[in-house]
């Protein structure tokens, strides 16, 4: 970037991980990794480490509003991440800035469980989740256990998994990205991409480690590539093969087991 030009800039809406791993500062790091600058309003701060979250908190939804507002009034946003959203008020909050500002794209990763098995969602705002958000989402990117939430029943293989796209389609998101690594079975790993027009399979060999951050890091991805000019599919397909190299290349900082993704591991590569 050169002369006076601004930037264009990927917001992150989500929560803080105090351990490093996931939420803001896996979504930073990732846009740093792509060359994009970040922005970030906090919807949550949790006390979390490899092994376990022991504590949330959710500030003000006023304050969280003045962060979204602060940011659109200064910086050109290329496209918005939201992530972790722990009530229906943070939702609402959301959504009405959403609706008001308008980001080019928006990329929800519907965060409801953590590694670990802690809850992240109030159980009231599911259905605020669906009715407020999915419509002003450019692309969905739920885990198996997020879209078996969103749509009240289970996906236990490949071909559900395949069904389950045209219903996440019809809760009116833009095309949705159904990451498969919950799905049973020892072959590749296939994420499925379905934007109403084509299903595309994203396979990557599966690896033999449990990741911490992936679904967040893979929701940055996605919108930096949005804000490097890239088409939704292409930027899909980039984004998933970011997060297998991140997690090939990961590393165990804590004693739990799950391993960090090493963010930046193209740069050591070249």
């Given at each position: ?221 996605i919108a930096a590539n949005l804000c490097r000019g890239m088409p939704l599919r292409e930027a899909c397909s980039a984004a998933t093969n970011y997060v297998h190299g991140a997690l090939k290349h ?21």
């Open positions: 970037m050169t002369g006076n030009a601004r930037p264009v800039c990927a917001l992150t809406i989500a929560g803080s991980d105090s351990g490093g791993g996931a939420g803001i500062q896996a979504d930073l790091k990732t846009f740093a990794a792509h060359g994009v600058h970040g922005l970030s309003a906090l919807s949550a701060l949790t006390a979390q480490h490899t092994r376990a979250v022991t504590a949330v908190h959710v500030p003000p939804v006023d304050f969280l509003r003045e962060q979204i507002d602060a940011c659109f009034a200064d910086f050109d946003i290329g496209a918005v991440k939201i992530g972790m959203l722990a009530n229906a008020r943070v939702i609402r909050a959301v959504a009405d800035a959403l609706e008001t500002h308008r980001p080019r794209a928006v990329v929800l990763d519907p965060v409801m469980v953590a590694t670990s098995g802690a809850k992240l969602l109030d159980d009231g705002a599911l259905d605020m989740l669906r009715s407020r958000l999915l419509p002003l989402a450019t692309v969905l990117t739920p885990n198996i256990p997020e879209a078996e939430l969103l749509l009240g029943h289970a996906i236990a293989d490949d071909e559900a998994a395949e069904a389950a796209l045209v219903e996440l389609l019809a809760l009116d998101a833009g095309a949705v990205l159904l990451k498969g690594g919950h799905l049973p079975g020892s072959g590749d790993m296939v994420d499925r991409f379905d934007d109403g027009e084509a299903l595309i399979e994203f396979v990557n060999p599966r690896l033999d480690v449990e990741g911490h951050g992936t679904g967040c890091t893979l929701a940055s991805a990961g590393y165990a900082p804590g004693k739990g087991p799950v391993r960090v993704l090493a963010h930046f591991w193209q740069r050591t590569q070249e």
